[in-house]
């Protein structure tokens, strides 16, 4: 199926390419850490914030804000850099907030001159004892969030969940991805066996298809693991995503057991290549449907895209579909040299 060096060439090519950038490229520098959480109004407030990849010690001229979802905000008087991750914003909070719930959320923005403008959502929530809504809102401004600055950098997301690991994006997802047109390879082939069940050949395709989506299969369970340990806790925490990946893989594997079951060749070929077809019928709703019809903690559940704007921004784009390349031209490539073995022995044992 792949004939030619280029091809392969290419393959590893962009696989190294993948691994180089997307483990030199710096995460966009982000608030880490704000304290206190909470305040009064009528207080003044110092708040402590630790960044990430930042450095607060290259500027003084930083400015802050805290601000509510509908856009009251009020202006730091003063900011102190203690280091290049660590600064104080002094804010006097007004005595009554812009909203007749005793207890609102406000987001804290920084706006440095390099690292550009930051966002700790619901940073600070604030209490008033006292509530006058129209007061409030005279004390509260509006429109003065201006003139931020864009941090041009070629950078990546900084997720204060994830953090470093959103590099693993373009290993743990392309192996998914690629796993998924493997096996549509090793039914194309189980269909041609079906037409043809003269033609070995068309079988032992399938067989080292399924064989090479199997790995990559294991390889994307691994890598999710590893992934699931650093955000969740765990390796493993029975999530709708890893059960239903799990059935999809035992389900694959079943398919060998059957074909070692079965001692006549053409009967072997011919069972195998039906449940072949059945077993990738049943693997997409597994991975692309029931995980978005329940709560999962993994991305893309309730009918949300798994990859959707705050998961892979486009400087991240321009690694993630050259892996998805990459890993699907070495895949096609092992399973050529698996096939081709199986076609040698089965010329050997039938001579």
């Not at 180089?20 to 207080?43: H, R, Y």
């Not at 201006?146 to 290993?171: C, G, K, Q, V």
């Not at 057991?257 to 070929?269: F, S």
């Amino acid at each position: 199926m792949i004939d030619g060096w280029y091809w392969k060439f290419i393959g590893v090519g962009l696989i190294i390419y993948s691994m180089i950038v997307g483990m030199l490229v710096p995460l966009k520098p982000s608030i880490e850490l704000v304290a206190p959480s909470a305040a009064k109004t009528g207080q003044q407030i110092n708040l402590e914030v630790t960044g990430y990849n930042t450095n607060y010690s290259g500027s003084a001229s930083i400015r802050a804000w805290l601000k509510d979802e509908e856009g009251n905000a009020v202006l730091s008087k003063n900011v102190t850099v203690i280091n290049a991750q660590n600064l104080v914003a002094n804010f006097d909070i007004p005595g009554f907030l812009p909203s007749s719930d005793r207890v609102v959320p406000f987001t804290l923005i920084l706006d440095h001159p390099v690292d550009g403008a930051m966002v700790s959502p619901d940073a600070v929530f604030i209490t008033q004892d006292s509530i006058s809504k129209v007061e409030g809102q005279t004390l509260w401004q509006k429109d003065i969030i201006n003139d931020l600055t864009l941090n041009t950098a070629f950078t990546f997301p900084s997720m204060s969940l994830i953090r470093e690991t959103i590099r693993n994006t373009f290993y743990h997802v392309p192996l998914w991805f690629a796993m998924v047109i493997i096996f549509g390879a090793a039914v194309y082939w189980s269909i041609k066996y079906l037409r043809n069940p003269q033609s070995y050949q068309y079988d032992n395709r399938a067989v080292g298809f399924t064989s090479v989506g199997i790995l990559f299969g294991i390889l994307g369970t691994v890598t999710g693991a590893l992934w699931a340990r650093f955000v969740w806790g765990s390796y493993w925490s029975w999530d709708i995503k890893q059960i239903v990946t799990a059935v999809a893989l035992l389900i694959y594997m079943a398919y060998f057991i059957l074909r070692n079951a079965i001692e006549d060749d053409d009967r072997k070929g011919r069972v195998a290549a039906v449940y072949n077809i059945f077993a990738f019928v049943a693997l997409i709703p597994l991975i692309f449907v029931v995980p978005r019809m329940m709560d999962s903690l993994h991305p893309g559940n309730g009918g949300n895209p798994g990859l959707g704007a705050n998961d892979l921004d486009n400087s991240m784009r321009m690694i993630f579909y050259p892996a998805i390349i990459g890993w699907i031209i070495i895949g096609l490539w092992l399973a050529n040299v698996r096939y081709r073995l199986l076609d040698i022995k089965y010329n050997l044992m039938n001579k």
